[in-house]
């Protein structure tokens, strides 16, 4: 809510000797005939795409007013419905890898571009990586035993990783990575639970069982040439990479903009406006690719500090959820990892800026605020005290 009263702030219109102290509000200034008297203008210096990034802001006030109206009940069931939702893209992008075309009207996606239900193969990537979160969580959910369950999660894993590899993201393949460390460790309590029956060298071998199962799979795919994000990874040079060409004037950006900011949703025509010669081609740069770097030029001071804000926050209740025991604390872990996933892929893209991984974002961080709250005690005295 915070974020929207920022964004719609910028909005506000401002006297011309308040908007024209703003940093670089020259180049506004100029467009005014000589002579005439300069009106009341917004803070920011796009007020149409400012205005466009407050409505976007509809989709995770939904998806958090949906979460807070659910029943314990139905909350328990959102992993299930993330699970199939991650499963049901992964099968689109196994089809475009096949060859078949996937059409979506709504989708502004690159042809021949493996990418499931998104328009961008890193925030594709960035899905699966959450799958493969999801997947033990899924399996052992509210403490009940895996079953069944632990070989499909196994297995699905082992999909979303070949499907990253399949997609052509670089940065995926670390989010994959990531992801499948993180998801040992949340499975790692309720296995113990399971097996604390059987001898401790079977919870070690299970484990390396399934780190060599995936690793074989991934091995099959690079000597079979179809691991394209490994290709990518070792043709392209980071010269190449526009990412790494446009950063210095992006960083430049920042620095003329600060500390008020540009303007919410404005990062294209802005960065037309400081563009190199020698970064000029036919297509253009939608964003920064750092949408660390992009939140500050578009917020200046009062994005960062809510930034740092929300980051704290972050950093706190995930300490406080990773330290906490007990069966039910598995979503508190996995909403504080799926943030940090999606903190590492915000360094490389702009992945909180889809609809998917907003609503997505917004029920990690229910589920990471629900390790926070302390639950009411019992007057009782614990097993261990007398009376």
Known sequence: MVALILVLLQLVPLPPAIWQALPHRDLVSASIALGEAQPWRPWSMTPGATGNAASSMIVPIAALALVAGLKQSERSRLTT????????????????????????????????????NLANRNHFALLMAIGCLLAPAWAFRDGRRAQWRGLLAIGMILLFALTILASGSRAGMLLGVLAIAIGILLALRPLQRELRHTPRWV?????????ATISTFVFIS???????SIDRAVTIEGDQDMRVRALPTVVSMVKTYFPAGSGFGGFDPIFRIHEPFNLLKLTYFNHAHNDFL??????????????????????????????????DNILPRLGSAIILLVFVASVFDYPARTPIIMAILVVAAAWLARGTVTPTQSALPDAGQSL
Do not use: K
Not at 222 to 228: E, G, K, L, P
Not at 307 to 317: E, I, K, Q, R, T
């Open 81 to 116: 419905i993330l699970f199939a939702l991650v499963i049901g893209s992964a099968l689109i992008g196994l089809m475009q890898f096949s060859g078949m075309r996937f059409f979506n009207p709504l989708i502004n996606a690159t042809p021949g571009e493996v990418s499931g």
């Open 203 to 211: 919870l070690p071998a299970l484990l390396v069982a399934v780190v």
């Open 222 to 228: 690079v000597a079979s040439n179809r691991a394209v």
């Open 294 to 327: 992009e939140i500050i030029l578009d917020g200046g001071l009062p994005a960062l500090l809510l930034l740092m804000a929300a980051m704290a926050w972050w950093v706190a209740a995930s300490v406080r959820a990773w330290r906490a025991s007990g069966a």
